[in-house]
């Protein structure tokens, strides 16, 4: 178990992976990470994971019909699966499944996101968190990383907003309960460029292969991997 850093809560990663790719043509969470690097074996859903594993009690994965092709990568790296088992009631069915499963673990807060989102570097992380403390003192509900003027993942949950996604219907979807409370979250500006890029077809995910290696969007882990000594 990881114990969160800096974090009077605990915290309960969530990584939403039940789509079914249809756009992308291939399981999303399997792209190398970053794009077409080769030998690492680094995929979209294990950078997400390690990324978030530092900062979080627990990583959950929720998978759909790609259960089985995604289970292999979530074991390895130290994850848990949780399966939505209607997949298609779409992507808010998936969020729901898995804060049920945060609470189940006794965790109070979530942070969320969406494999398809390329993951915050180590320190975008870390103040992320120290802005989540923040924040709430301050009654908020929530907090979201931001660059330059857009927001994106992952997004932390105090329990108040993780209650508010419960409570809603399944038809709903995060957007309308977020933009109800939009008095109770607060942005934290980053300097990752590629918060907000999609990754939905070949050619977005062929636009990133020059843009990821930049050292913003390095994941913690491979900025601790560059400082140890060759063997």
Not at 32 to 48: E, H
Not at 200 to 210: C, D, F, G, K
């Amino acid at each position: 178990m990881n114990v969160p850093i800096n974090s009077s809560h605990r915290i309960c990663a969530v990584v939403l992976s039940a789509g079914a790719s249809s756009r992308m043509g291939q399981e999303k969470a399997l792209l190398p990470w970053p794009p077409f690097a080769d030998g690492k074996g680094a995929t979209l859903l294990s950078a997400s994971i390690a990324a978030l594993k530092p900062f979080a009690e627990a990583v959950l994965v929720v998978a759909g019909h790609n259960a089985q092709s995604i289970a292999p990568v979530v074991a390895a790296n130290g994850a848990s699966m949780v399966q939505n088992p209607a997949p298609e009631r779409g992507q808010f069915s998936s969020l729901q499944v898995g804060l049920q499963e945060v609470l189940a673990r006794g965790c109070d807060a979530a942070m969320i996101t969406l494999v398809d989102s390329p993951p915050l570097c180590e320190s975008s992380m870390q103040s992320l968190i120290a802005a989540f403390e923040r924040a709430l003192v301050n009654c908020k509900w929530a907090v979201a990383p931001e660059h330059h003027g857009k927001r994106g993942h992952p997004l932390i949950a105090t329990r108040a907003l993780i209650d508010a996604f419960l409570a809603a219907p399944v038809t709903s979807n995060a957007r309308e309960v977020k933009r109800a409370h939009a008095e109770k979250f607060e942005s934290v500006p980053v300097p990752d460029e590629l918060l907000c890029v999609d990754v939905n077809t070949p050619e977005q995910y062929a636009a990133l292969s020059r843009s990821a290696s930049k050292p913003s969007q390095r994941t913690g882990s491979e900025v601790r991997n560059e400082k140890q000594p060759s063997s």
